[in-house]
């Protein structure tokens, strides 16, 4: 008997370009995942609006993304890619999860806390949009409407996988039934987590007000190399991979390793006699190389309209799975109330 493949839930916020940051981090590992299991990947834009944003950025950033995400090497043969507002269902689940978690719960997530912290200080009011406090629980719905197995996560989305699990097994004990997986997460190892070029302390962000800071995979080779120049390292000169002590450096190493395919020890040992100027004119050719196919693609794809054909075919085999656990939850739920259904 054929051994069912793990199904593989993972989403990016329609906030922000792609950087590289996303590819290394998410897309390279997405790639490779989407051979042995059920991959399901979306751009979350209803998660987007949870902040401000125009509906010019947001209608742009929805389709540049799933063609990036084909540019770089998903096949909608493997994998179902999809925009999370295609499939409503998500929607009523999240409602329904938000009735079974308490305020407590969601007050105590950390980025909460953080983005709350933000938006005060930016704007100096109290004014905290509600979908900033509920973000967890419509992650949750993404994540138990398609029964995920695994949810690749960065260190600061964990928390939420740990919400998640909580209110999936409240569900089954209160329903007396395994109506929900209890999910898995797993953090990618080296290149899980590239770091901002300008304060390489914090993650690499898309949404980042400094364009500087990352790498984006739209970015001319020309504005690749300018970055990479401006990218802080340190005063010492040594080329050494010590996150702590030289993060700026390590981040550079990390960027390099994982696009050449080699070990950290290796690219140490490639740029010891280098110097800080050398080992960034590197990393630049070797970024260059790897986005210049990519963009390629990427180009193609909005210019033939294939994206729009992509889109609803992904939003359609998405649906499917998602219509056939939202009436499962209904019945079990009480929702359904016609016999027809039950």
């Not at 740990?162 to 209160?174: D, G, K, V, Y």
């Not at 364009?211 to 990218?231: M, Q």
């Not at 010590?242 to 981040?251: F, I, R, T, W």
């Amino acid at each position: 008997m054929e051994q069912k493949k793990p199904t593989i839930v993972s989403g990016i916020t329609a906030t922000g370009q792609l950087t590289l940051g996303n590819y290394i981090g998410a897309i390279k590992n997405f790639i490779e995942l989407q051979k042995d299991n059920n991959l399901i990947i979306f751009v979350a834009n209803l998660h987007a609006i949870t902040i401000p944003i125009s509906k010019e950025e947001l209608r742009n950033n929805i389709k540049n993304m799933i063609a990036l995400y084909y540019a770089c090497g998903l096949d909608p043969q493997k994998a179902i890619i999809f925009v999370q507002s295609d499939v409503l269902e998500v929607t009523l689940l999240a409602h329904i999860l938000l009735c079974n978690t308490t305020i407590g719960e969601l007050s105590r997530m950390t980025q909460f806390k953080d983005k709350s912290i933000k938006m005060k200080a930016e704007n100096g009011t109290e004014f905290i949009p509600t979908g900033l406090l509920t973000y967890p629980t419509l992650m949750a719905a993404d994540i138990l409407l398609y029964d995920a197995d695994l949810v690749p996560v960065g260190k600061d989305q964990k928390q939420h996988i740990e919400l998640t699990r909580n209110i999936s097994e409240r569900m089954n004990n209160l329903y007396q039934q395994d109506l929900f997986k209890i999910p898995t997460d797993f953090i990618a190892p080296i290149g899980g987590k590239i770091m901002d070029l300008q304060n390489p302390t914090k993650k690499m962000s898309k949404s980042s007000n400094d364009p500087k800071s990352f790498i984006g995979l739209l970015d001319a080779p020309e504005v690749i190399r300018k970055k990479i120049r401006s990218a802080v390292t340190d005063s010492e000169g040594k080329i050494a991979y010590n996150p702590e002590q030289k993060p700026g450096v390590s981040n550079l190493l990390t960027i390099y390793a994982v696009l050449k395919k080699v070990t950290i020890e290796a690219a140490v040992k490639e740029f010891v006699q280098h110097d800080y100027g050398q080992l960034k004119e590197q990393v630049a050719n070797t970024i260059i190389e790897v986005l210049e196919p990519i963009q390629k693609k990427y180009h193609k794809l909005m210019q033939d309209q294939t994206i729009d054909e992509l889109i609803d075919l992904g939003a359609t085999k998405a649906r499917a799975i998602a219509n056939k656990k939202i009436t499962k939850v209904k019945n079990v739920v009480g929702l359904n109330y016609k016999k027809s259904s039950l």
